[in-house]
T-cell receptor, first 112, second 112 residues
Framework: KAGVTQTPRYLIKTRGQQVTLSCFPISGHRSVSWYQQTPGQGLQFLFEYFSETQRNKGNFPGRFSGRQFSNSRSEMNVSTLELGDSALYLCASSLTRYNEQYFGPGTRLTVT | SQQGEEDPQALSIQEGENATMNCSYK?????LQWYRQNSGRGLVHLILIRSNEREKHSGRLRVTLDTSKKSSSLLITASRAADTASYFCATAVDTGRRALTFGSGTRLQVQP
């Protein structure tokens, strides 16, 4: 079975721009979660989607949003990018909301 | 915020030696998971231990959980150079919330 994939793998954006990242979960997995990893803050939970509905949200500003499609693919969007948004963005999928999460390789976003 | 704190922050050992990493957390949990991350890439799920379990094994990995002390340890036996990575513990507060709270990680270096 193919693992979780994320696109793009690397991205460079300018302050003030917006960005959309994609996550393709493992086939059959219905839960997708997003995490941000930075050297200063470590790994932090952004949000979780299950059956196209956001189930949980971490402590991030409203500039961070996401959605999930009927095929379980998920996107996250960051508007009005700030330098501090530079990070590795990881998504994870799981079969249901109660199973182990499997992570993708991440999208490395650099904001200049 | 990070619930888990890992100790040590960095560990350097020789191939063939055992590596022990510890994780402490603050609140009651449903389960605790250990992940490995190679050099800023995605996280690889290693093992999940539920709050009613005390010990779990998977290959060269042994995980213990002491809920009274709110701590867990990961033992890697007969380490290999390929085990060089960062190791994170992650806690799930309850089954209804997918948000994993990650520790700060232990950087393990296995010298060949």
């Amino acid at each position: 079975k193919a693992g979780v994939t994320q696109t793009p793998r690397y991205l460079i954006k300018t302050r003030g721009q917006q960005v959309t990242l994609s996550c393709f979960p493992i086939s059959g997995h219905r839960s997708v979660s997003w995490y941000q990893q930075t050297p200063g803050q470590g790994l932090q939970f952004l949000f979780e989607y299950f059956s196209e509905t956001q189930r949980n949200k971490g402590n991030f500003p409203g500039r961070f949003s996401g959605r999930q499609f009927s095929n379980s693919r998920s996107e996250m969007n960051v508007s009005t990018l700030e330098l501090g948004d530079s990070a590795l963005y990881l998504c994870a999928s799981s079969l249901t909301r109660y199973n182990e999460q499997y992570f993708g390789p991440g999208t490395r976003l650099t904001v200049t | 915020s990070q619930q888990g704190e890992e100790d040590p922050q960095a560990l350097s050992i020789q191939e063939g030696e055992n590596a022990t990493m510890n994780c402490s957390y603050k609140t009651s949990i449903n389960n605790l998971q250990w992940y490995r991350q190679n050099s800023g890439r995605g996280l690889v799920h290693l093992i999940l231990i539920r709050s009613n379990e005390r010990e779990k094994h998977s290959g060269r990995l042994r995980v213990t959980l002491d809920t009274s002390k709110k701590s867990s340890s990961l033992l890697i036996t007969a380490s290999r150079a390929a085990d060089t990575a960062s190791y994170f513990c992650a806690t799930a507060v309850d089954t209804g919330r997918r948000a994993l709270t990650f520790g700060s990680g232990t950087r393990l270096q296995v010298q060949p």
